[in-house]
């Protein structure tokens, strides 16, 4: 006694062979990789470093470092976390405070934390922008590493949203559509960040 499976229903069937096509094709939706977005990381990536106003970085680092004293306890490491963060905001055109608070959020400012999705480091950037980009020896676990990838694809998602910063987090966070990532930032940027 065999069983015969329902006919689909009509508007199921170019779904499915959607569905079908990407699949044997081997490019489904979490392959595709925004060219623009590739672009402006290599960009972001050849460029060297911009200390801006060395004496705004200290007053902006002296400020915020009793605040972070508490999460990050190495002096050496806190330190090299809101420096290279002033310095990565600033040169992608974010506020620092901003990208503090996603950092509290993303990693509570754990560097060596991997979510269960496999992304990496303080600001949770996915491992596969490495082999994308050719640079398999890049470390993301690596503070400033982590803050040029980050800073950049927030950055990219911010202007992609015209400067709407609710979208923008929400695509960063993968959560499109959504609010409750955006609105977990701007609790923690309130609570903590805002000067």
């Known amino acids: 006694m065999g069983f015969d499976a329902p006919p689909l229903a009509t508007g199921m069937r170019p ?44 007053v902006w680092v002296t400020d915020m470092a009793t605040r972070l004293s508490n999460r990050v306890t190495d002096r050496e490491e806190r330190l090299t976390i809101l420096k290279h963060t002033y310095i990565e905001a600033h040169q992608a055109g974010l506020d620092p405070e901003l990208v503090l608070a996603v950092i509290d959020t993303e990693s509570n400012f754990d560097r060596f934390a991997i979510s269960e999705a496999g992304a990496r480091g303080l600001m949770q ?36 949203e015209d400067g709407d910063l609710t979208p923008a987090l929400a695509r960063y966070n993968g959560s499109l559509g959504k609010v409750w990532y955006p609105q977990r930032v701007y609790t923690k940027l309130r609570a903590s960040w805002y000067r």
């Not at 491992?127 to 927030?154: M, Q, S, V, Y």
């Open 15 to 58: 779904f499915i062979l959607l569905l079908l096509l990407l699949l044997l094709s081997g490019t489904g939706w979490g392959d595709t990789v925004d060219p623009r977005l590739r672009n402006r990381l290599v960009d972001a990536l050849a460029e060297g470093f911009d200390y801006g106003d060395r004496w705004d970085v200290e």
């Open 125 to 160: 950037v996915m491992p596969f922008w490495l082999k994308e980009l050719g640079r398999p020896d890049d470390n993301l676990f690596d503070i400033a590493t982590n803050l040029r990838f980050g800073c950049t694809i927030l950055k990219y998602y911010l202007d992609h």
